[in-house]
């Protein structure tokens, strides 16, 4: 299928939210209508031999690979990128705004709720990366949850956004 335009769909949440499981099953769908995507991720990037490897030293080099792979999908004008990682920075987030101008692709957003400070030892034990409860909670206070732009969806609704 030809789409109108292309789509830059950034997921942000903490690490067991449900960003991957959402990516794949937006693929699927994506697949199943004849649309090819790509999805940008540091956990494949952490994947040795198929085993999930974290090591914070490494994580520089994974963040540059991740960028790297992106800037070459949008270069390569991949129909639907999507970028399955935390993505907590603000920063960050601008940049992909302005990548998504620069290459003309429609940008989407879409953020997973934060857990209550009360539930996060529960939220933890769904994350299944090899970090520690203290490097979640870290990331946990790095999660703001407040952009003017960001829209939650289901991926039957985003794929509704693309086709159309």
Known sequence: MNLICMHLIVLRGLPGSGKSTFAEELTVLLQENRIDSIIISNDSLRKQDSNYVYDITNNNKIYQESYK???ESLANKAPVVIID???LSINLIE???K?????SYK???LAF???EYKSLQEEFQKCQKGISFGSYINLWKKYYN???DTKIFNSKEILKKIIL
């Open 69 to 71: 792979n992106l800037i």
């Open 85 to 87: 990682n935390c993505n």
């Open 95 to 97: 940049n992909y705004k």
């Open 99 to 103: 990548l998504s101008n620069k290459f």
């Open 107 to 109: 940008y989407y957003q």
């Open 113 to 115: 709720k934060k857990p």
């Open 146 to 148: 407040d952009y003017d």
